[in-house]
C-alpha cells in the first residue's frame, strides 16, 4: 500500500513523496515504513512507542486513532495512509 | 528567503482583515529551492478553533489532506503556512511555535490591527526534531507584476 509522506519527514525518506510497502494491517504498514527508513521512527512515535501527540495519520480519510481495531484494521494494496503533522497556533501563551 | 507574488500577498493579508477579529489560516503551496520557499498558490482554510478563534487556530487534518492531495495534483509541496494576529504583534508567540512541526516550512503571519492589515513576517522553522527545531526570521520577497520587478521588503515594513 501507499504511504504519503509529509514535506518535513521526507528527509527521512530519501525525499520520496510516498512510500509504498506491504502490509496487512495498518500497524504492518507502519512497521514496514519504519523498518526501511529507521530515522522515522523517533519523529512518529515517542520514547515508549506511542504516537505522537501532533501527529495525525490517516487511512483512506480516516485518522486511525478513531478506528475500531486501530493499529489492527486490516488493510487492502488499493488503500492510502497518508501522515500529517498538525497545523496550529495562535497570537497569545 | 521566502517568495511569493504580489497577489498571494495581498490575498492572504485580506484573508486576516475578513476574518478579524479572529484569526485566519491557511496553506501556501509551491517547491522548495536552495534560496528558500517559492509560493505558488495560497490555499484559504478554515480554522476549527471556534471556542476561541480571536487568538487561536487549528486547520483539520482532514482539511490538509485535501489541500496535500491538490498540491500533488498541481506538481506542488506544501511550503508554508500563514494565519492572523488580531491586534498582536506579526511575531511568533510560544504557542505558535509548541504547535509548530513542520520543519523546512515557512509560517508567515500578519497583524491585524484594528481590522487594518499592518505587517506581515516570515519565520522558517529550521532543525531536526522536537527538541532542537527553531524559528528563524525570514525575509519575505515580494514580485510585483509581470515584468519580474521584484520588490525586497524590509521587514516590519509592509
Same mark, same amino acid.
Given at each position: 500500500?501507499? &504511504?504519503?509522506?509529509?514535506?518535513? /519527514?521526507? *528527509?527521512?525518506?530519501? !525525499?520520496?513523496?510516498?512510500?509504498?510497502?506491504?502490509? *496487512?494491517?495498518?500497524?504492518?504498514?507502519?512497521? +514496514?515504513?519504519?523498518?526501511?527508513?529507521?530515522?522515522?521512527?523517533?519523529?512518529?512515535?515517542?520514547?515508549?512507542?506511542?504516537?505522537?501527540?501532533?501527529?495525525?495519520?490517516? /487511512?483512506?480519510?480516516?485518522?486511525?486513532?478513531?478506528?475500531?481495531?486501530?493499529?489492527?484494521?486490516?488493510?487492502?494494496?488499493?488503500?492510502?495512509?497518508?501522515?500529517?503533522?498538525?497545523?496550529?497556533? $495562535?497570537?497569545?501563551? | 528567503?521566502?517568495? /511569493?507574488?504580489?497577489?498571494?500577498?495581498?490575498? /492572504?493579508?485580506?484573508?486576516?482583515?475578513?476574518?478579524?477579529? @479572529?484569526?485566519?489560516?491557511?496553506?501556501?503551496?509551491?517547491?522548495?529551492?536552495?534560496? !528558500?520557499?517559492?509560493?505558488?498558490? &495560497?490555499?484559504?482554510?478554515?480554522?476549527?478553533?471556534?471556542?476561541?478563534? @480571536?487568538?487561536?487556530?487549528?486547520?483539520?487534518?482532514?482539511?490538509?489532506?485535501?489541500? #496535500?492531495?491538490?498540491?500533488? $495534483?498541481? !506538481?506542488?509541496?506544501?511550503?508554508?503556512?500563514? @494565519?492572523?494576529?488580531?491586534?498582536?504583534?506579526? +511575531?511568533?508567540?510560544?504557542?505558535?511555535?509548541?504547535? *509548530?512541526?513542520?520543519?523546512?516550512?515557512?509560517?508567515?503571519?500578519?497583524?491585524?490591527?484594528? $481590522?487594518?492589515?499592518?505587517?506581515?513576517?516570515?519565520?522558517?522553522?529550521?532543525?531536526?526534531?522536537?527538541?532542537?527545531? #527553531?524559528? &528563524?526570521? =525570514?525575509?519575505?520577497?515580494?514580485?510585483?507584476? =509581470?515584468?519580474?520587478?521584484?520588490? +525586497?521588503? =524590509?521587514?516590519?515594513?509592509?
Amino acid at each position: 500500500m501507499k &504511504i504519503n509522506i509529509p514535506t518535513p /519527514l521526507r *528527509a527521512y525518506t530519501g !525525499g520520496q513523496q510516498t512510500v509504498t510497502v506491504p502490509g *496487512a494491517t495498518v500497524g504492518e504498514a507502519l512497521e +514496514q515504513l519504519t523498518g526501511a527508513h529507521s530515522e522515522l521512527r523517533q519523529h512518529l512515535y515517542t520514547g515508549d512507542g506511542k504516537l505522537r501527540s501532533f501527529v495525525n495519520i490517516y /487511512l483512506n480519510d480516516d485518522d486511525i486513532r478513531y478506528l475500531p481495531e486501530k493499529d489492527a484494521t486490516p488493510t487492502e494494496e488499493s488503500d492510502e495512509l497518508t501522515i500529517i503533522p498538525s497545523i496550529a497556533g $495562535g497570537c497569545l501563551l | 528567503m521566502l517568495k /511569493l507574488s504580489f497577489a498571494d500577498y495581498q490575498a /492572504l493579508r485580506a484573508h486576516g482583515v475578513e476574518t478579524y477579529p @479572529h484569526e485566519c489560516c491557511g496553506v501556501l503551496l509551491g517547491n522548495a529551492a536552495p534560496d !528558500g520557499n517559492r509560493v505558488r498558490k &495560497i490555499v484559504r482554510a478554515g480554522n476549527t478553533r471556534t471556542d476561541r478563534a @480571536h487568538d487561536r487556530y487549528n486547520i483539520a487534518p482532514e482539511e490538509l489532506i485535501r489541500v #496535500q492531495r491538490q498540491a500533488r $495534483g498541481l !506538481g506542488f509541496d506544501i511550503v508554508g503556512f500563514y @494565519h492572523s494576529h488580531p491586534d498582536h504583534p506579526a +511575531q511568533w508567540s510560544k504557542t505558535d511555535f509548541d504547535e *509548530a512541526h513542520w520543519v523546512g516550512c515557512s509560517y508567515v503571519i500578519t497583524s491585524i490591527e484594528q $481590522g487594518k492589515a499592518v505587517i506581515t513576517n516570515s519565520f522558517l522553522l529550521t532543525g531536526t526534531s522536537e527538541e532542537d527545531k #527553531q524559528f &528563524i526570521d =525570514e525575509p519575505v520577497e515580494v514580485e510585483v507584476g =509581470e515584468s519580474g520587478i521584484e520588490l +525586497q521588503q =524590509e521587514r516590519g515594513q509592509a
